[in-house]
């Protein structure tokens, strides 16, 4: 689906809260590896849903930001449950249920706008409106009309995307799907929207150029080094960004053309940088990789931060860490 990207104004004390809480919605997502975009994708949708409903515009941005947030609670469901191709025990279900009041206190009780909507939808996109939703039953107008804007962005984004489960659907198929659920579960006037939307090819349509492959490599490093995949990288000369997910954190390293070019960790960059996601990525265990085609035009000169070949950027990493190993392992912790 084409969808793009809404921007938020918000003061720096906000951005930087929302930014926190992004990345770890982001690793959320990375945990269900066939999620790719999946929050983007629902807070564009959800945005698009209230317009046709007449939501003023100034909110619209609000509510593509905090609707990307509704899962949040998910990074704390084991993968066994979150990744089960089959149906859900009941114990299983209400583990999964429990990722509301995680995704709660994970939010904590920041006042920043977008923030507290986040809060709103999480409590309340499953709810639905016959009653038989979670975690608090509610029926029809009881439910806040946004939990009902983003649960029927969030199904439609899941049943036309693959899951563990099965095959994604067709829009078509997709869309009778909502249609059917009207006054069911879901609330009338916004599958009237939705529907609305879907109509509106200006909006949303097939796009083919989304089955392009997006990821070249994906794992988990307790099969293979960080050395190994960097080599490995390197002799096939291609480009990308490396990423690193260790809990809610991702580090990454800048390789173009078999050319590692930056790393990036916290607020450290260069080679100091690729050294401690090396230290660190071998003092955890399990670490997940992603790596992501290039993105954009070849890198500049100015760009370039590291100028050592790969061979010899590996030995300089293996010998400090060798050397310095107790410095780095409470410098990266």
């Known amino acids: 689906m084409k969808y793009a990207a809404l921007s938020l104004d918000l003061n720096q004390a906000d951005r930087r809260w929302l930014d926190v809480v992004a990345s770890v919605s982001k690793a959320a997502e990375f945990r269900r590896n066939f999620e790719a975009d999946h929050n983007q994708r629902v807070g564009y949708y959800s945005a698009l849903i209230s317009k ?63 923030i507290k909507m986040a809060r709103l939808i999480i409590e309340t996109h499953h709810e639905a409106w016959d009653g038989s939703g979670y975690p608090m039953g509610l029926r029809g107008l009881k439910i806040p009309l946004l939990g009902q804007i983003v649960a029927v962005a969030d199904v ?36 009237d929207a939705f529907s609305k939307v879907i109509d509106d090819s200006s909006y949303l349509q097939e796009d083919t150029s989304q089955k392009k492959r997006e990821v070249l490599l994906r794992g988990k490093l307790d099969k293979i080094s960080i050395f190994d995949l960097l080599n490995l990288i390197s002799q096939n000369s291609q480009s990308g960004l490396l990423k690193f997910y260790m809990g809610v954190s991702v580090y990454a390293i800048l390789i173009y053309e078999g050319k590692v070019i930056d790393a990036e960790f916290n607020l450290l960059r260069g080679e100091e940088a690729l050294v401690r996601i090396a230290a660190k990525t071998d003092m955890v265990t399990k670490v997940k990789f992603v790596f992501e085609l290039w993105q954009g035009d070849p890198p500049s000169s100015d760009m370039i931060t590291i100028k050592k070949t790969v061979n010899q950027l590996l030995f300089d990493v293996a010998v400090k860490i060798d050397h310095d190993i107790e410095g780095l392992r409470k410098s990266v912790f």
């Open 52 to 114: 046709k409903l007449g939501i003023p515009e100034e909110q619209l941005k609000l509510i593509s930001q905090a609707a990307q947030l509704h899962d949040l609670g998910t990074i704390f469901v084991p993968e066994n449950i979150l990744l089960k191709k089959g149906k859900l025990s009941q114990e299983e279900f209400e583990v999964m249920k429990s990722h509301v009041g995680l995704g709660l206190n994970l939010l904590g009780n920041s006042q920043s706008p977008v």
């Open 156 to 191: 439609f984004d899941t049943l036309t995307n693959d899951q563990p489960y099965r095959s994604a659907w067709p829009v078509t198929k997709a869309v009778h799907e909502i249609k059917s659920q009207s006054g069911k579960k879901f609330d009338p006037q916004v599958v």
